[in-house]
């Protein structure tokens, strides 16, 4: 009895502790994300400020040009981040010419969100579902993280609907082509989110996804090149 009563203490301090370690975590991550959502929204209303602009007849500098350009890759590289409106308002404004710079800008996005997710280390990015008591993930992430790709694809596949398991285990670059350009992405985190989960997958090769993206975001592009006209700007 004497041993308990000396030990019920030591552990409601240790459990207090990992109580205040899991405040500390959440707490910056919910700083970090403030930061970014507010980064974002100066962003967007800076980019939509300017491309109205423009669309008002001001002359356009190279230098703005390069900056919205700039602009338009970071947003699209953020998940649920709606930047894709701001790469089709300056296609309907300037036209045929400005875009191979669209395109090239929306594979730099794109690629830039997919290297993020890559390079997140799995111990990170379980502690961070853990601390979201998103335990079901946070397992699975375990579970595949000592895995190489064909095993962490059989692992996946396993966890995967039917009908969805032979397209991804199979198809997974061309699954990932179609996600890009799927009507209403934005709920699964637009491009950017799409790609960032794609990277923390490991099941992607670079180059292949570079190739991949590359083809998948160019339709659009390719057919205003071709008319090599601005476009009229509805709603505005």
């Known amino acids: 009895m004497r041993d308990e009563r000396k030990t019920a203490p030591d552990r409601r301090d240790a459990r207090t502790g990992r109580l205040r370690a899991w405040i500390g975590r959440i707490g910056l991550r919910l700083v970090v994300l403030l930061c970014l959502v507010w980064a974002a929204h100066g962003l967007i209303g800076w980019t939509m400020a300017e491309s109205r602009a423009l669309k008002d007849g001001a002359s356009p500098a190279l230098w703005l040009l390069v900056l919205l350009l700039v602009a338009y890759a970071l947003l699209i590289a953020l998940p649920f981040v709606p930047g894709v409106e701001l790469g089709l308002t300056l296609l309907m404004i300037e036209g045929g010419w400005i875009a191979p710079f669209i395109w090239g800008a929306t594979l730099a996005g794109l690629m830039l969100s997919f290297l993020a997710g ?29 895995l190489d790709r064909e095993a962490r694809l059989d692992h996946l596949r396993s966890h995967l609907p039917r009908w969805l398991a032979p397209l991804a285990r199979n198809y997974r670059y061309l699954l990932l082509a179609l996600l890009i350009n799927l009507p209403g992405n934005s709920l699964l985190g637009g491009g950017g989110g799409i790609l960032m989960l794609a990277g923390c997958s490991r099941l992607f090769a670079v180059p292949v996804t570079l190739l991949t993206v590359a083809l998948a975001v160019a339709p659009v592009p390719i057919l205003v090149f071709a008319l090599g006209e601005g476009l009229p700007l509805p709603g505005f």
């Open 118 to 146: 890559l390079t997140l280390p799995y111990p990170a990015l379980q502690r961070t579902l853990a601390d979201l008591r998103l335990r079901r993930a946070a397992e699975l992430v375990a579970q595949i993280e000592p």
